[in-house]
């Protein structure tokens, strides 16, 4: 008997319950049969996986040594705990757990507003305090390669072990890289977001290891897996529309590829045939209105649970980078 596909997602929190609707939408019921509090688990009715409930951090240090599969965490751990990004993979934006990793300084600083004023101030404090100004971060490889673009040499990271925020206002460094959403974090301790200082837009991702042992059940349990997020990706991307029209050819279909960017998945109709159209749900009603200028006179929208096709994109991103 093979091992199993390891798939590692949060073990708590937010993450943990976006993580849980994620599958859950895709078909893939993510079950503890132990109950609650146990941390590892199985996918309902899909034979060979294994779930592990770990940290965002743990899920990234697993990925990268080849101690799972398939994970979900955010892309700001990524960059920064795999030097090497060819050990993993990023096959999917999951469009939760949206954070960005910034440069933020005190308000106080009126005159720094851009990166290149952070670079005066950092050379003049350095001449002014015989030391280099202090940059208290979690993001120690980030902020490194970010400063090295920008080109800052005169600075020191301290390297945060709580709440980095709080860092100016104890005196432990003059300014932070961190990860914000909303920016009143940062705000409410007297900081502000440098105006060209934003690292990093992240989110959480579905990440595979290319480290993992990859064999053929193991290709073909990830392909089952990744066909049904694909399917669910393009549904939710996606409505279907029906209609009949007096005249449909593929000149018409071309133009309405070219201008809402629809698909006919089952090709131009027979005469008389009513027509199935997927569009992109914020182009669907300028698609019926160009369709009544066709001399459509009912047209139905509905929304989408599932679409398979021929292709599997994620099963093939992966196939690519680990065969």
Request: charged residues 20%; hydrophobic residues 45%; glycine residues 8%.
């Amino acid at each position: 008997m093979s091992a199993p596909l390891i798939l590692a997602v949060p073990s708590k929190g937010r993450l943990q319950e976006n993580a849980q609707t994620f599958f859950s939408r895709a078909g893939l019921e993510l079950v503890k049969p132990r109950g609650p509090r146990e941390y590892r688990g199985t996918i309902a009715g899909v034979d060979g996986v294994e779930v592990a409930y770990l940290s965002a951090t743990e899920i990234t240090a697993q990925l990268a040594q080849g101690g799972a599969h398939l994970g979900v965490t955010g892309e700001d751990l990524v960059r920064e705990m795999v030097p090497d990004i060819t050990r993993v993979v990023l096959l999917e934006r999951l469009g939760f757990g949206h954070a960005n990793v910034v440069v933020a300084v005190p308000q106080a600083w009126i005159d720094v507003r851009t990166m290149a004023d952070l670079d005066d101030v950092a050379t003049a404090f350095r001449h002014q305090h015989n030391r280099k100004i202090r940059v208290a971060t979690k993001y120690v490889n980030l902020a490194r390669a970010f400063f090295a673009r920008h080109g800052i040499i005169d600075y020191r990271i301290v390297e945060s072990l709580g709440a980095t925020e709080g860092a100016p206002a104890a005196g432990s460094a003059e300014l932070i890289v961190d990860i914000t959403t909303s920016g009143a974090t940062l705000a409410a301790n007297g900081l502000k977001v440098v105006e060209d200082g934003l690292i990093l837009r992240s989110e959480a991702n579905l990440v595979a290891g290319r480290q993992a042992v990859w064999g053929s059940a193991e290709r073909e349990t990830a392909r089952i897996i990744l066909d049904r997020i694909a399917a669910d990706a393009r549904a939710r991307a996606f409505r279907e529309v029906r209609v009949q029209l007096p005249r449909c050819d593929e000149a018409l279909l071309a133009a309405a590829n070219t201008r809402f960017g629809v698909l006919a998945p089952f090709g131009a109709p027979a005469a008389g045939s009513g027509l199935t159209l997927h569009c992109p749900a914020e182009r669907v009603f300028e698609l019926a209105g160009f369709l009544r200028d066709q001399g459509a006179v009912v047209i139905t929208v509905t929304e989408l649970e599932y679409v398979f096709s021929g292709d599997n994109v994620l099963a093939a991103r992966l196939e690519a980078l680990v065969g």
